[in-house]
């Protein structure tokens, strides 16, 4: 069994980690039934994040003249094709396109291959005999 493409393996990472932050299906907004009011709590909270690490930045690293507006665009030029990524992945497992299924199923196989593999290094210990 071949380890999967490294490239596969970090997408499929990069969208596991971007859901269990920025989903809402997912992450502890999903407790509040409107979406609008789920939506407007992520834009709070990505503005308070964005100035909150501009003003890190400002501080270690010296900025002079920062913005916030700025570090907002900077931090939006990040996550537009991180949420288009996200998107696409979306739309792919709605409309349940192959390749989306192969780099899963491959990824599952290679995971289970390598459990039974640790697997079969241990050894049983059967306390009524050797205790």
Same mark, same amino acid.
């Given at each position: *069994?071949?380890?999967? $493409?490294?490239?596969?393996?970090?997408?499929?990472?990069?969208?596991?980690?971007?859901?269990?932050?920025?989903?809402?299906?997912?992450?502890? +907004?999903?407790? &509040?039934?409107?979406?609008?009011?789920?939506?407007?709590?992520?834009?709070?909270?990505?503005?308070?994040? /964005?100035?909150?690490?501009?003003?890190?930045?400002?501080?270690?690293?010296?900025?002079?003249?920062? /913005?916030?507006?700025?570090?907002?665009?900077?931090?939006?030029?990040?996550? &537009?094709? &991180?949420?288009?990524?996200?998107?696409?992945? +979306?739309?792919?497992?709605?409309?349940?396109?192959?390749?989306?299924?192969?780099?899963?199923?491959?990824?599952?196989?290679?995971?289970?291959? *390598?459990?039974?593999?640790?697997?079969? $290094?241990?050894?049983?210990?059967?306390?009524?005999?050797?205790?």
């Amino acid at each position: *069994m071949n380890k999967p $493409n490294i490239f596969r393996r970090l997408v499929l990472q990069v969208v596991n980690l971007w859901r269990s932050v920025m989903d809402a299906k997912v992450n502890p +907004l999903r407790f &509040i039934p409107d979406n609008t009011l789920q939506s407007y709590f992520m834009m709070v909270l990505f503005t308070i994040w /964005s100035v909150t690490f501009g003003f890190i930045a400002t501080y270690y690293l010296g900025w002079l003249g920062y /913005s916030t507006v700025v570090s907002v665009v900077v931090h939006l030029t990040i996550l &537009i094709p &991180i949420m288009v990524t996200n998107a696409v992945f +979306l739309d792919a497992e709605r409309t349940g396109d192959q390749w989306v299924t192969e780099w899963k199923e491959e990824q599952s196989k290679y995971k289970l291959f *390598m459990n039974r593999i640790k697997l079969r $290094n241990m050894v049983r210990w059967k306390s009524d005999t050797e205790a």
